[in-house]
């Protein structure tokens, strides 16, 4: 490696202490994603509402974005990851008291808290980058989203250990109680955790310092527009399926276990090529990396349409995160180099406030056409991943349209 790609000593400082943070706070999400809807049947009055617990949860994580974005201009990335994870721990609080009162109200609430949690964990992929070099950023996003890998082993297992911690004779308590007040140690972790970080706060901007874009001018930059456009659909698909599974899994005869499994090697399928897509990247190009996510989308989609096997869960949904890390991690990489320094919390916040604005409709739309469609789960299964296509074919032809057009002088443009 040319010395241009050289990580310095101060970003892998940052890089091992968010790759931990990803690793432990980071595993209560895929522990969420195989509960949430599980409880959420059990426990809201209507069918179709099942999935809204993670509804909650990603609708949350949009709605922090924007607010998070400025709070770590303004005070810095330890501050505002620290609120975030004592925001996690709340709404694990929150939803273990609707467990324990059988109360689908307070799971929703929880779940909003819980969102806050969320919006940070997408933001320790912008964090690392403040103190490294274009050069190197590939590389550091790719091992960033690569602790993910961890959290994939840890928060399935913890599923499995916590179902039952707490007897009782109310199988809702007793199957979903344990993994919940898990979850709320966990999150405790997290202030000692980012106090170590060592990120600068940003300096107050003078008066005469240049102000950047307006956000309009942003999402009308081609490459900053389709880095969106490309990060919306790999996160939303993924959601999209992700959500499904638990329900469609023990909706088709399997049980719990093997949904933890699945989401498990799911999530392990997400943050493995984590540390050679950076490499990558670098030999192929961003738009060529994304696109390739975008056709093992696709191809996720049509093992999951083949049949209702364990093995076509497997396999999809091995697809799925391998699909999700190429677009989302190209998308995020595409952006990373199409804005100034000073536009940094302007674009992160509103990329992410657009990515999981979709991620919301998408699980949301889940839980719809999952228990909604048909009268049986491979009915709802089937009509999830139909309704990948348009989003497909949206961000495909974004990414042909970029990589035809004319190029402009300015690489950000």
């Known amino acids: 490696m040319s010395k241009t790609h050289t990580i310095d000593p101060r970003t892998k400082r940052n890089m091992a202490v968010l790759i931990l943070a990803q690793a432990l706070l980071g595993s209560q999400m895929p522990m969420l994603f195989t509960i949430a809807g599980l409880a959420g049947v059990a426990l809201s009055p ?27 201009d303004k005070r810095g990335r330890q501050f505002g990851f620290s609120i975030a994870a004592v925001s996690g ?9 609707g467990i324990w009162f059988g109360a689908f109200w307070l799971m929703l609430l929880g779940g909003l808290f819980t969102g806050v949690y969320m919006s940070a964990n997408g933001f320790y992929r912008f964090a690392a980058l403040d103190t490294a070099s274009n050069e190197a950023k590939p590389k550091v996003i790719s091992l960033i989203m690569g602790g993910g890998l961890l959290a994939a082993l840890i928060g399935p297992q913890l599923v499995k250990m916590t179902d039952g911690l707490i007897p009782s004779s109310n199988a809702q308590v007793s199957s979903f109680m344990g993994t919940y ?9 997290g202030p000692f955790l980012f106090a170590m970080l060592d990120i600068p706060k940003p300096e107050a901007r003078s008066a005469d310092a240049p102000k950047g874009r307006t956000r309009m001018e942003l999402l009308a930059t081609p490459r900053i527009a389709v880095s969106i456009i490309c990060g919306m659909v790999s996160y939303g698909l993924m959601n999209l399926v992700m959500t499904a599974t638990p329900l469609a899994v023990v909706g088709c005869g399997f049980e719990k276990a093997d949904a933890a499994n699945i989401v498990s090697l799911h999530v392990l399928a997400m943050f493995v090529p984590s540390f050679f897509t950076g490499h990558l990247i670098a030999r192929f190009g961003v738009e060529s990396i994304i696109a390739a996510g975008m056709v093992i989308l696709a191809g996720a989609g049509i093992v999951a349409l083949s049949g209702v096997d364990l093995g076509h869960f497997y396999i999809a949904l091995i697809l799925l995160g391998v699909g999700w890390n190429f677009g989302f991690i190209g998308a995020t990489t595409m952006l990373s180099t199409s804005h100034a320094p000073h536009e940094r919390g302007r674009i992160q916040g509103l990329n992410d406030l657009l990515v999981f604005g979709g991620v919301t409709l998408a699980s949301l739309s889940s ?20 309704a990948m296509v348009p989003f497909l074919l949206l961000a495909g032809s974004s990414l042909i349209w970029l990589m035809t057009r004319p190029k402009d002088a300015n690489p950000s443009a």
């Open 181 to 189: 007040l898990v979850i709320v140690a966990l999150n405790m972790i």
């Open 367 to 386: 839980g719809g056409l999952m228990n909604c469609i048909g009268g049986a789960p491979e009915d709802g299964w089937s009509a999830v991943n139909i």
């Open 46 to 72: 209507i069918a179709c509402l099942a999935t809204l617990t993670i509804s909650a949860i990603v609708g949350g994580s949009m709605l922090a974005a924007t607010p998070l974005a400025n709070i770590m």
């Open 89 to 97: 721990a709340i709404g694990a609080g929150l939803g273990a008291a």
